[in-house]
């Protein structure tokens, strides 16, 4: 019996979103660019399962790469998804993949100092008997620590900050503040959100000394409101199958429809997780796994080089993927936004995304462009045999 593998890549978009603009991404093209930027690129394997000719269709292009031998020999349908959500976040794009498009528009914070209400910092202060903030604008994570760490670590204050997207993010060392108190902090911050229609309350552990030294560690958390729908991974679960959540993807969800959570973090720890539960998970199971470093080191970071070299590694590791693969399995390599590293600011960008679905008994074929990421989760549902409420099944 079959099961169904997503590969999750966080950020890939490929350009070409109808509404770019209306988001203030026209131009955005997370894939194109990093061609233009290093045309010596060497993904052969995601090129022989489609990419390239799903992203110059997105994009209107016609970028090449050099021409390769593919490493892998599987058959693969190819193509890109619009997005349909209202907003170009992780929990937008993940759940609409899911089946469940975010139609109403999320709570967001202004990102001029002070980006959050008083009364609400007074709230979450008073309950954990905090004396105050840092922080309190949109930030980039991995320089705010940079900016206010060393005065985090002097007062005891944690360091409070937002972005684009619809999100509360606190910083904390785990040495000095602790791993555990964070937790409760944004637990209790999480409960305070709610009124304000946040989507996620996220919390950002690192370490080191002092300023330039200081690193975000791999403890990060997610706390995330629920979808309003079942999702696939609902569908799945209230089946009676195995749904393996590995990364970051039971945050995402909420834990809602995970019946079992695999933590790992950085690209070879993600793959390793993800092979070894391929060689586990019991026939009509859902394994869905998401490759975080993407956004999170390069596309936020504004680091093409890095994207880029990212991108060879994960290529690398697919012919060892398919390998572990069983004739009836499919998998799908997709994305749930952009982050064109060469783009302006450090936040997402509304792109389309690819949509690869291979397997040793997939039919090739062309399946153009989809109006929705949705059409993703209704595909993979059908393969196990159930039906979402959204979406177009390009199965057959």
């Not at 690192?206 to 997610?222: A, C, I, L």
Request: proline share 5%.
């Amino acid at each position: 019996m079959s099961r169904v593998i997503i590969l999750m890549m966080d950020s890939f978009g490929i350009g070409g979103a109808p509404d770019a603009e209306k988001f203030g991404d026209l131009g955005a093209d997370t894939f194109g660019h990093i061609v233009d930027k290093f045309s010596d690129i060497k993904i052969p394997n995601l090129v022989s399962l489609g990419l390239l000719k799903a992203a110059n269709a997105a994009s209107g292009n016609k970028r090449k790469l050099d021409d390769w031998d593919a490493k892998i020999d599987v058959p693969s349908k190819y193509g890109h998804c619009r997005e349909v959500s209202c907003a170009k976040d992780t929990s937008s794009g993940h759940w609409e993949l899911a089946g469940v498009p975010v139609v109403t528009p999320w709570g967001y914070f202004r990102p001029e100092y002070p980006s959050f209400p008083q009364e609400l910092i007074d709230r979450i202060c008073a309950g954990a008997g905090l004396k105050g903030i840092l922080g309190n604008k949109a930030a980039s994570g991995t320089v705010i620590i940079q900016e206010l760490g060393e005065e985090h670590i002097k007062t005891g204050m944690p360091i409070c900050y937002t972005s684009a997207d619809s999100c509360f993010q606190i910083a904390a060392h785990e040495k000095y503040f602790g791993l555990q108190k964070l937790y409760d902090l944004c637990q209790r911050a999480f409960e305070e959100l709610k009124p304000y229609n946040i989507a996620r309350v996220i919390a950002r552990p690192f370490e080191g000394e002092k300023s330039g030294e200081f690193v975000r560690t791999k403890n990060r958390h997610d706390y995330s409101v629920t979808p309003p729908e079942p999702t696939l991974l609902d569908v799945v679960k209230n089946s009676g199958k195995e749904v393996i959540a590995i990364g970051k993807i039971s945050d995402i969800y909420a834990g809602c429809g995970v019946t079992q959570k695999i933590l790992a973090s950085g690209l070879e720890e993600l793959w390793d997780k993800t092979i070894t539960a391929l060689k586990d998970a019991p026939d009509n199971s859902l394994i869905f796994t998401n490759f975080v470093d993407f956004d999170m080191l390069y596309g936020h970071r504004r680091d093409a080089e890095g994207y880029k070299n990212a991108l060879e590694y994960f290529d690398r590791r697919l012919p060892e993927f398919v390998k572990n693969i069983a004739p009836d399995d499919v998998a799908f390599i997709v994305a749930d936004h952009g982050n064109d590293p060469t783009f302006k600011g450090t936040d997402h960008t509304r792109e389309q995304i690819p949509v690869l679905m291979f397997g040793m008994r997939v039919k090739p074929e062309n399946i153009g462009q989809r109006e929705s990421f949705a059409d993703v989760g209704q595909t993979a549902a059908e393969i196990l045999g159930l039906e979402l409420k959204n979406g177009k099944s390009f199965k057959d």
